[in-house]
């Protein structure tokens, strides 16, 4: 402003306005003078806005640019400041002004609107100020939301990237967890796959130095001991009659304890006695080295001489064991071996590896609890053991599992390691007529030894399941029991909660219902359902009915109810219970017609002895316990203590007992020794109120010490050993067992059980009724006194655990009204048992072919008879029936007058296109019949060809042909449930063989998709085992899948028994004379019998190979056959007579005369009516005569039928 005030524009033009008027100059100069107080103000105001811009420039180059245009909007203000004065308008305002006094108005004018304008320029600079100020706030407020949202958007940057390296972070763990995981896959198939093959190695060792192996020192028959362990196959009525070879027993038991710490903890010996000592031989030697070689990788080669030298000692077994035997501890016989994959299946490696779901669980048995990772894959149940439990593997057990980090404990140890702080150490409890306790440090010394010697992983195949119970454990209900239906011992396993428990056992059910729907080629039983509680009281509900109607034994429903109350063959604290039914002991023969000769099963057993009683029931009323709720009884009826006492004698129960008391025996006077005296004080002593077990009623053998155990000696100086029976029992443990089996069945019995059921099962077990019924125990043997699983005191509830599981468990309430009775039995149901005289011929069928021949033949599958006759001509008949109802009334079938009869051909006879072998005895056991997918088959062998055929009884012609045998095929056998079939030769072997499994409609369109011919597979042609072990050919065979064996009769005189799940060799047995073999028989309650055309005899062994009975035929016998109840052997021949005998001794039951005709095939239905062919081709039918017509009907009245062939 200065140089715009000394411009020469500037001074022109004031020179120019003053011209002749020196006032107007004075004024111009003062005006001047503001001007330049007004050109210092806005030189300041400037100043500060450009200090402003200045220090906000270098922030932000927007708002430089603001105070810049206000700088030169100012500027130009002042400019024009002198052309607006001199402007019209401007004039125009001043003369309006002046108007009157043109020179003083005309200059008091100028200097107001001088100063108005001054004024109005200093208020629109302020103004813009302002302006610039509230746009300098607004650009500072701007700037700081800048740096905010910078400050925001840099940590945003700074999360996305620590997200993103923990992202990248997070999954480089997934990897490597995976990549572990996978290691840990790998390791723990790897671990499973070495046990597999050790076990299969095992098996081959025992199989070629075995009595009948080729490598045996002392082939069969030899005197060498052989000790024997229970095997848990049971059958369907949950029975458990057979033992196996136990290679691991002690012999140091069976002498007296030479120290104290001898029997502290005692190793089994080894598995080569004196008669499994053998000579490898040297190739053979190598072999087996290298193989164990591979699974253990211990040694290296350079050490082949040094165990060469070994294999040479007498011993060579113990070369074996040190190098396998961390993967296998006798596995013979095991029903949970890793399985391999089914002949029908078509599932993938890829299946056994899917996890569907994964938990914590405790695998239970007998034995030993072992804690793991239990997994449901594509087709399996799979478990993988972890550690050993000790104690009784409660709650405590789960929080080990938390503690060592769940899965990652086997990144730090081995699966087979056993840490000492994982132990669960024993705890002291009483036991039943004595004391013992559990050492935990003795356990824990051999600890690292047990675990490395059970098997840690264990499979089962989900298309076996047939039921999934949930069920308690420590009166939990935590635990689920799975049952199978091949004969497999059922697996017990307990989880963490009930929640868990039912899920997984849901989840079972649903995946194997998803993968084997009914009617699929892998369904064995159909669509299965989830037993919890609900659906268990009613199966309780249709098997009392079906008791109660007699369609079920007294045996059958007791078991059943066992099952469903949650006991268990795997939980010793919770063993299925059965009552002492009689209360003779001391006659020397029973008389069931006497009430006296069976117990009261109205009261318990604490309340039969009324004096004992009178002392139970003063304690029950004067005791008081502001804690303890009143009670008869301390003791339980059924307990763990209970369970070994009386099966003290049997392995691996001999094994508990020993723990049980420390690492020896009880005292000798204190075991288990006499029955008479057993129950005599369980009637007079106060802390004795046990009932049976299962065991008592279909298992001779555990009252024998077959092992020859040193039990001690008593007081008197006796030694202990077998089971003192009852004089009615004639020394025999058989006859003991089959008279107390026929007492349950007795009617006494059957007329009251439903009182002992009340107590145990029933509404008799808890409340008013059961302090009515003095049936009132200690209250921590009930379910629901405490509430376990809310319980916060962790050493309260352990010892709480401790107590139920050693002082006993009262079974699951079932029933919570009064039993019913059992109703009125129905002799006409069961003719052979209870009215034999009322069977008589009731039909005569003669041949329809000429020239006639015999039949050779008879089977019964439905409503259909095959008959196959010498000259290889098949016929299939109707076979006529009635259906017998509730209350004993029938509905007929066919005519109105025979109950049973003969109908017409289904199709009309036909030749069999089988040409035989040169010298085969043609005869019933070279066919069998079969049913598979609802198709009936007929089964034949004898063949020149070395083959067996499969030829359908719809159509009448071959389906199938199977060469596999090396020599002609001499006998057939098959299954009762139709699924497996063995096939013997003359090559000395035994073949056994799938049924296929497929659905007929899928075999049909499969066959229909190609070229060849149409061919329906009913047999899988490949063998499912190759048994060995016979010198001569075999004649006569049976296959069993309940009793889980095959058993061979050879032309030597000897039958071998073999495991049919395993095939491996279990015993052989020989005819006493050692005749050539000629017929077998086996009774589904565990009965052999066997004959021998060359001496007319019979013998009857046990399952177990033991000889029971023999008795003479009195006749050449064509034929033998077996009662639908398995109590019978019915048998005839060329005395053409029938003779019944009973399959207890067997003694003749009864005789029915024939017609004069021999005998030459037989049948027996299961309504108990035989069919006889004779060797003249007619056919004998013999039943129950019918009551609504007259009894004294004649033989033409059967002639007349016949010739209707309505029978």
Same mark, same amino acid.
């Given at each position: ?49 450009t200090s402003i811009a200045e220090s906000t420039q270098s922030q932000l180059r927007v708002i430089h640019s603001g105070l810049s245009r206000l700088t030169k909007i100012s500027s130009h203000l002042i400019l024009h400041m002198p052309s607006f004065t001199s402007s019209p ?168 304890? $030479? ?16 008669g499994m000592r053998t000579n490898f031989p040297e190739q053979m030697k190598q072999f087996i080295l290298k193989g164990v070689r591979g699974i253990t990788d211990e040694k290296s080669l350079d050490s082949l001489d040094d165990d060469l030298a070994m294999m040479n000692e ?210 064995? $039983? ?338 259909n008879v095959v008959l196959v006759s010498q000259g290889l001509t098949l016929s299939v008949k109707l076979w006529l029936t009635t259906q017998l109802q509730a209350g004993g009334n029938f509905t007929f079938s066919g005519s109105q007058e025979p109950f049973f009869g003969i ?302 062939? $309505?029978?």
């Amino acid at each position: 402003m200065p140089s715009f005030t000394s411009s020469p524009m500037y001074c022109a033009s004031i020179a120019e306005s003053t011209q002749g008027d020196p006032f107007r100059v004075e004024s111009i100069d003062e005006d001047i003078q503001s001007l330049n107080t007004s050109h210092a103000i806005f030189h300041v105001f400037t100043y500060l806005l450009t200090s402003i811009a200045e220090s906000t420039q270098s922030q932000l180059r927007v708002i430089h640019s603001g105070l810049s245009r206000l700088t030169k909007i100012s500027s130009h203000l002042i400019l024009h400041m002198p052309s607006f004065t001199s402007s019209p308008m401007y004039c125009a305002s001043i003369a309006e002004s002046t108007q009157g006094d043109p020179f003083r108005d005309n200059l008091m004018f100028w200097k107001n609107n001088k100063e108005i304008g001054l004024v109005k320029l200093i208020a629109v600079a302020v103004d813009e100020a302002k302006s610039v100020v509230s746009i300098n706030g607004d650009r500072i407020k701007q700037l700081q939301e800048l740096h905010a949202k910078l400050d925001e958007h840099l940590l945003t940057e700074k999360n996305h990237q620590k997200a993103f390296e923990d992202d990248i972070q997070c999954n480089m763990n997934a990897v490597l967890s995976s990549d572990d995981n996978r290691k840990t896959a790998l390791q723990l198939a790897l671990e499973e796959e070495q046990q597999v093959v050790a076990d299969k190695w095992l098996h081959i060792y025992r199989a070629l130095i075995d009595e009948r192996g080729p490598w045996s020192s002392l082939p069969f028959p030899n005197s060498v001991a052989t000790h024997w362990k229970l095997d848990k196959t049971e059958d369907s009525w949950r029975r458990r009659p057979k033992l196996k070879r136990n290679y691991k027993f002690d012999e140091r038991l069976c002498h007296p304890p $030479t120290t104290k710490m001898s029997n502290r903890i005692t190793q089994p010996t080894s598995e080569s006695s004196a008669g499994m000592r053998t000579n490898f031989p040297e190739q053979m030697k190598q072999f087996i080295l290298k193989g164990v070689r591979g699974i253990t990788d211990e040694k290296s080669l350079d050490s082949l001489d040094d165990d060469l030298a070994m294999m040479n000692e007498p011993d060579p077994h113990i070369f074996l064991e040190n190098h396998g035997s961390e993967f296998v501890k006798d596995h013979s016989g095991d029903v949970d071996s890793v399985p391999e994959k089914e002949p029908s299946s078509g599932s993938t490696d890829s299946d056994f590896f899917e996890v569907h779901l994964s938990t914590l669980a405790v695998f239970i048995t007998p034995k030993r609890k072992l804690a793991g990772h239990l997994a449901i894959m594509q087709n399996v149940l799979h478990f993988s053991g972890e550690f050993l439990v000790e104690g009784t593997g409660g709650s405590s057990v789960f929080r080990n599992f938390n503690d060592t980090g769940n899965l990652d404990s086997r990144k730090s140890e081995p699966l087979g390691s056993i840490p000492k702080q994982k132990s669960h150490k024993g705890l002291t409890f009483d036991s039943t007529r004595g004391k013992g306790s559990i050492d935990s440090e003795d356990l824990d010394v051999s600890a690292q030894h047990k675990c490395n010697k059970i098997k840690l992983h264990r499979r089962w195949n989900l298309s076996t399941i047939k039921a999934v119970h949930w069920t308690r454990y420590l009166l939990q209900y935590t635990a689920l029991e799975i049952f199978f239906n091949d004969s497999k011992a059922p697996v017990f396993l307990n989880f963490m909660s009930q929640k868990d428990a039912k899920h997984f056992g849901t989840t079972i059910i649903s995946l194997r219902n998803e993968l084997y729907p009914k009617g699929s080629s892998k369904d064995k $039983t159909g669509h299965i359902t989830f037993i919890d509680r609900r659906i268990a009281l009613e199966m309780a509900e249709n098997a009392r009915e079906r008791w109660r109607r007699r369609e079920i034994s007294n045996f059958e429903y007791l078991m059943t109810l066992n099952t469903l109350s949650g006991r268990s063959y795997n939980d010793l604290t919770q063993y299925p219970i059965f009552p002492w039914v009689l209360a003779d002991y001391s006659s020397e023969k029973l008389d069931f017609n006497k009430s006296s000769t069976f117990r009261d099963l109205s009261k318990p057993v604490g309340a039969l002895d009324s004096k004992r009683f009178e002392g139970f029931e003063e304690r029950y009323h004067s005791f008081s316990d502001p804690d303890i709720p009143s009670f008869y009884y301390g003791s339980h009826y059924s307990s763990m203590g209970i369970v070994l006492y009386y099966l003290l004698r049997l392995e691996p129960f001999t094994a508990l007992h020993r723990n049980l008391q420390g690492g020896k025996f009880d005292h000798a006077d204190r075991l288990f020794q006499c029955i008479d005296g057993t129950y005599r004080n369980c009637l007079s002593n106060t802390s004795d109120v046990k009932e049976l077990i299962p065991e008592f009623f279909y298992m001779p053998e555990f009252l024998v010490n077959s092992n020859r155990y040193h039990l001690g000696v008593k007081q008197d100086g006796e030694p202990l050993g077998d089971v003192v029976l009852p004089p009615w029992a004639k020394g025999s443990s058989e006859e003991f067992i089959y008279r107390n089996r026929e007492a349950l069945e007795s009617e006494y019995v059957s007329s009251n059980l439903h009182h002992w059921i009340d107590l145990v099962f029933g509404y008799k077990q808890r409340g008013k009724p059961a302090v009515e019924a003095a049936n009132i125990f200690y209250y921590l043997t009930y379910e629901g006194a405490v509430d376990l699983e809310n319980m916060d005191d962790m050493l309260q509830k352990s010892a709480i655990e401790d107590q139920i599981a050693n002082f006993g468990q009262t079974p699951i309430q079932i029933f919570r009204k009064r039993h019913p009775r059992r109703g009125p039995p129905i002799p006409i149901a069961h003719p052979l048992y209870f009215a034999p005289a009322s069977i008589t011929l009731t039909s005569i069928v003669s041949s329809a072919t000429s020239p006639s021949s015999a039949i050779v033949f008879i089977g019964l599958l439905d409503s259909n008879v095959v008959l196959v006759s010498q000259g290889l001509t098949l016929s299939v008949k109707l076979w006529l029936t009635t259906q017998l109802q509730a209350g004993g009334n029938f509905t007929f079938s066919g005519s109105q007058e025979p109950f049973f009869g003969i109908g017409p051909d289904v199709f009309s006879p036909r030749k069999l296109c089988t040409p035989l072998a040169e010298n085969i005895e043609f005869g019933k056991q070279c066919m069998v019949t079969m049913q598979v997918l609802n198709e009936n088959y007929l089964i034949s062998c004898g063949n020149w060809e070395n083959s067996f055929q499969v030829i359908s009884l719809n159509e009448g012609r071959i389906v199938q042909s199977i060469r596999q045998h090396k020599d002609v095929v001499s006998c057939i056998a098959v299954s009762s449930d139709g699924s497996m079939l063995a096939t013997g030769s003359y090559d000395t072997t035994v073949m056994v063989w799938h049924a296929y499994r497929g659905r007929h409609a899928e075999r049909r369109s499969r066959a229909m998709q190609t070229d060849f011919p149409r061919k329906d597979h009913v047999i899988i042609e490949s063998p499912f085992h190759i048994l060995c072990g016979h010198d001569d050919i075999i004649t006569c065979l049976f296959i069993s899948a309940e009793l889980d064996v095959v058993i061979s009769g050879s032309k030597d005189g000897t039958c071998i028994f073999h495991t049919l799940r395993e095939g491996r060799y279990a015993q052989s047995i020989q005819h006493p004379s050692g005749s050539p073999l000629s017929k077998l028989v086996v009774s589904p309650h565990g009965r052999l019998v066997i004959y021998a055309e060359s001496d007319l005899s019979l013998h009857m062994y046990s399952i177990n190979g033991k000889h029971v009975a023999s008795s003479e035929s009195n006749g050449r016998l064509n034929c033998i056959e077996l009662s639908s109840c398995g109590d019978f052997l019915v048998c005839a021949g060329d005395q053409g007579q029938i003779i019944v005998r009973s399959m207890h001794s067997l003694d003749v039951v009864r005789k029915y005369e024939g017609i004069g005709k021999i005998i030459t095939s037989l049948a027996v239905t299961p309504e108990e009516c035989f069919l006889a062919g004779t060797k003249d081709g007619s056919l004998l039918v013999y039943s129950i005569e019918n009551p609504l017509t007259r009894r004294g009907s004649s033989l033409s009245r059967n002639n007349k039928s016949k010739n209707t062939a $309505t029978g």
